[in-house]
């Protein structure tokens, strides 16, 4: 017979369950813990002591009751009360129009003026799922299935940490069954595949792949090591309860009851909101830590929904807008490497020409020889290529059962295929690099575009095949030459008249005055990015001073390591730099700048403050606004987040102004941030 608890510790289990639940929502949901982790742990340890020595205590919803369940031999099937639909896709711009077209014909919108209101949300590249609530409590969890029909996942779901077992707070109906897409992180992705290999199991294919087969493993206590997440998008079964009426404002109410919602959701107007969203979804993509595919319209009011209705498997006011494949399979014909400003010795695998993301890729990135190695790449191979963006693409893996049999291994040159010189591998370093230097071909054109860049010397007209030019007919070896060439010289090369060349002497002129911070970013010291260029600048004041510190002096300036530090030391130690920096200060060159006192970062003014510039200024150009800001000890970033202080919105501001009202950002006009800078 079961020893049942005093009313006392009855209360108190009761109290741990709803801590616990309060604070994973916390954690999962909201992304903004509480406590600590060692707290949560301690209280979760707390409830096991006393559910062990009460079994009556042990609750279905428990938090410790997310696993326990035995291993199944099948999944059941589940009917869906209503179906769970499919989206039609749409590729082209034309075919957003048309659908927007479709709504308004559908909703007998007639006027220019009338246009539709749609929640846009990104496409998460997962898989769907059904949440079933009673009285507040997680009863069933179905895959979509083929629509109508599904299979149970209850105790896989119930692994799932973003997933609650109880809802949070009051007010939820009676039934409540919430759709919603089931992934995985990118980052969590690679790890488990790497545990996967170690443990000489299988990799996934991908990250929808992984997520999908750890959602389906008839093992509970498997798909519990796997780092599932959930986003819920939607309902369906809703009975004796109600519900905004709004889909954006429905998405807030589950929320506030803890589950999980996409923070990219957005309401616009018409398909050129749309548009907007779309293509501002594309700039994030790579931001983001789960991959998507595309983004989701959906008519915002629910009667209109219902007044527009279905088709088939799709409903008439949605739609899913595909980006480009992101990855495509192809074959290596040859493996070959290319040395980068910095010397870096990277295997690039030449493919076969093969469309992804619609760019023509004829080659990808193989990163470095472990990683070569670790993916077991060969001449001959069938591979899967990615492009993510911008991102470079890169040989994703293997496909070995399609390896001919004289697939050959590819051996890392001992020399640079640009100089001849050594190749080395640093200590503690994945990276090959060619010992060169500036001496190297190749180091010393991607080394004259970084100095000659906008963010650098800025000397228009220097663009990469005129570099390619003078440095392959011998006429720049380093970057001092640029400041001796002469009209004749130029003019005498292809595509290069006097006219041309008279305007680069002009902007190689104007290059001289610059500032310090422009010019340490412009040397191509490694690791020193343009924030830090400028945080050096400011520190040191100087060029002397900063050239004479040693490792220890130098990571006492902010974000600056061990590392960075070491660089920074490095590059002045070598006499050919030191000859290059003397030479473009020599009165033969004159590139000079004014120095400034030192001053912390901390003791600006605009110190700690974070600004995002978007749209056209009138005044000033949007590089100068932001030099201003830095001036005065402001950070500026490109995109807008919940750290954002203000927001300067020139003229055709975009999606940046958009978000930036949703997470309550000041927003200043440009005859604000001009009254701001004069104020400090």
């Known amino acids: 017979m079961a020893i049942l608890p005093p009313e006392t510790t009855r209360k108190y289990a009761a109290q741990l369950r709803d801590k616990l639940s309060y604070h994973s929502y916390r954690y999962h949901t909201l992304d903004a813990p509480e406590i600590p982790d060692a707290e949560y742990d301690k209280l979760f340890q707390e409830l096991v002591a006393l559910e062990e020595k009460y079994p009556t205590l042990v609750h279905q919803d428990s938090p410790t009751q997310r696993v326990g ?10 009917l869906h009360e209503i179906r769970m639909l499919s989206l039609a896709n749409a590729f082209q711009t034309q075919d957003i129009h048309e659908f927007d077209g479709r709504v308004r014909n559908g909703l007998d919108l007639t006027g220019d003026a009338e246009e539709v209101f749609y929640a846009a949300e990104p496409k998460i590249d997962g898989v769907a799922v059904s949440l079933r609530y009673e009285n507040g409590a997680l009863v069933r969890a179905a895959t979509r299935g083929d629509g109508s029909q599904g299979e149970d996942i209850t105790q896989n779901a119930r692994t799932i940490r973003s997933i609650p077992l109880t809802l949070q707070g009051t007010g939820f109906p009676r039934i409540l069954e919430v759709r919603g897409e089931v992934y995985m992180e990118i980052a969590k992705f690679e790890a488990l595949n790497t545990r996967q290999e170690e443990q000489g199991e299988k990799p996934f294919a991908n990250p929808r792949n992984a997520a999908a087969g750890s959602l389906r493993h008839l093992n509970p206590s498997i798909t519990a090591t796997r780092p599932l997440i959930i986003f819920c998008y939607g309902i369906g079964v809703v009975e004796r309860g109600e519900l905004p009426d709004e889909h954006d404002q429905i998405l807030k109410v589950l929320s506030q009851w803890g589950l999980r919602v996409s923070p990219e959701v957005q309401v616009v107007r018409g398909a050129a909101g749309c548009l907007d969203y779309y293509r501002y979804m594309r700039e994030r993509r790579t931001q983001l830590k789960y991959e998507i ?8 009011s629910l009667p209109k929904q219902i007044t527009l209705g279905q088709v088939a498997r799709a ?38 020409p093969v469309q992804v993301a619609g760019v023509t890729i004829t080659n990808a990135t193989l990163h470095n020889q472990d990683e070569l190695e670790r993916k077991d790449v060969r001449v001959g191979d069938t591979v899967l290529v990615r492009r993510a963006g911008d991102v470079i693409p890169e040989v994703v893996r293997v496909l070995k059962e399609r390896r001919p049999e004289n697939a050959t291994p590819f051996q890392m040159p001992s020399r640079c295929p640009a100089c001849h010189s050594d190749i080395v591998h640093p200590e503690g370093e994945t990276i090959a690099r060619c010992s060169g230097g500036l001496f190297c071909p190749a180091q010393r054109k991607q080394a004259i575009r970084h100095f000659a860049g906008r963010r650098a010397m800025d000397i228009e007209g220097l663009g990469e095949k005129l570099v390619e030019q003078l440095v392959d007919e011998g006429l720049v070896r380093s970057v001092t030459d640029l400041y001796h060439l002469d009209v004749s ?3 005498s090369l292809e595509r290069m008249g006097e006219l041309s060349a008279r305007n680069l002497l002009a902007a190689l002129e104007k290059s001289k005055s610059t500032t310090l911070a422009r010019f340490l970013f412009s040397l191509g010291i490694r690791e020193v990015g343009e924030a830090t260029a400028y945080t050096l600048a400011n520190y040191f004041g100087s060029l002397e001073k900063l050239q004479s510190a040693s490792c220890e002096e130098l990571q006492h ?5 061990p590392i960075v530090a070491h660089h920074i030391v490095h590059f002045f130690s070598q006499p050919e730099n030191r000859q290059i920096i003397a030479a473009l200060q020599s009165r033969q060159i004159g590139v000079h700048w004014e120095d400034t006192p030192p001053v912390a970062i901390d003791e600006k003014p605009l110190a700690g403050q974070i600004f995002v510039i978007t749209g056209t200024l009138s005044t000033m150009t949007r590089d100068q606004a932001k030099q201003r800001l830095q001036g005065l000890g402001a950070k ?5 987040s919940e750290k954002t ?16 009202e949703k997470l309550a950002v000041s927003i200043l006009t440009e005859t604000d941030f001009l009254e701001k800078i004069r104020e400090t």
């Open 69 to 78: 369940a035995k291993p199944l031999t099948e999944f059941k099937k589940v």
């Open 293 to 300: 595919d595309g983004t989701v319209y959906k008519v915002n």
């Open 315 to 352: 409903p008439r006011w949605a739609v899913a807008h595909k980006f480009p494949a992101q990855e495509e399979i192809s074959r290596i014909s040859a493996i070959a490497v290319q040395v980068g400003r910095t010397g870096a010795i990277t295997p690039i695998a030449k493919l076969e």
């Open 489 to 491: 010289t130029l003019a």
């Open 557 to 561: 300036v902010p974000d600056v390591g």
């Open 636 to 640: 500026v970033s490109a995109s807008v």
């Open 645 to 660: 202080n203000y927001l300067i919105a020139g003229d055709k501001p975009g999606s940046k102004r958009t978000k930036a």
